[in-house]
């Protein structure tokens, strides 16, 4: 499970932001055009970084279990 955080927060950044750039591309005024996809995804990468920094200063990250 621990090691599927990054991953998973990676991949929902890019899903937000595929998101936010369809609906760019459209230009509509639609939800899609919504500048909460772009926030949402910093918050993903906000969350990925810090779980890498925490796994770098734990000493987990690059260790098998």
């Known amino acids: 499970m621990k090691r599927a955080v990054i991953p998973a927060a990676l991949i929902a950044a890019l899903g937000c932001l595929l998101l936010g750039g369809i609906g760019r591309m459209l230009n509509t005024h639609f939800w ?5 996809w772009h926030e949402l ?19 987990e990250l690059g260790q098998r279990k």
Do not use: E, I
């Open 32 to 36: 899609l055009t919504n500048p909460t």
């Open 41 to 59: 995804a910093q918050t993903f990468l906000l969350l990925a970084t810090a779980w890498g920094v925490y796994q770098l200063a734990s000493g």
